[in-house]
Nanobody, 118 residues
Framework: QVQLVESGGGLVQPGGSLRLSCTAS????????MGWYRQSSGKRESEREL??????????TYGHSVEGRATISRDNAKNTIVLEMNSLRPEDTAVYYC?????????WGQGTQVTVSS
């Protein structure tokens, strides 16, 4: 069983920044990639939007809506990833979910709420 513990998030003013971290623990056989997806209010789980992912080799992928504003990094030894985003907009408001995949199975965290509002 894999556990993903997320931290960060909360209320942020427009134009502000955020830092989210996620640490994986438990029975981790292998990791292909970790990352973040987000789900806006009213959207289904199947409609979660890619924010950013990073492979164990360090290859990063960013969603179009956050490209240029987000940076994802990882500490392989600690099974931890960090997402930093700046120039936040109200449309960035969502529940952000941490993801870990071994290329076959996907494990999700419980999610952390990010609200961008003045």
């Amino acid at each position: 069983q894999v556990q993903l513990v997320e931290s960060g998030g909360g209320l942020v003013q427009p134009g502000g920044s955020l830092r989210l971290s996620c640490t994986a623990s438990g029975t981790i056989v292998s990791i292909n990639a970790m990352g973040w997806y987000r789900q806006s209010s009213g959207k289904r789980e199947s409609e979660r939007e890619l924010v950013a992912t990073i492979t164990t080799g360090g290859k990063t992928t960013y969603g179009h809506s956050v490209e240029g504003r987000a940076t994802i990094s990882r500490d392989n030894a600690k099974n931890t990833i960090v997402l930093e985003m700046n120039s936040l907009r109200p449309e960035d408001t969502a529940v952000y979910y941490c993801l870990l995949t071994n290329g076959i199975k996907m494990n999700w965290g419980q999610g952390t709420q990010v609200t961008v509002s003045s």
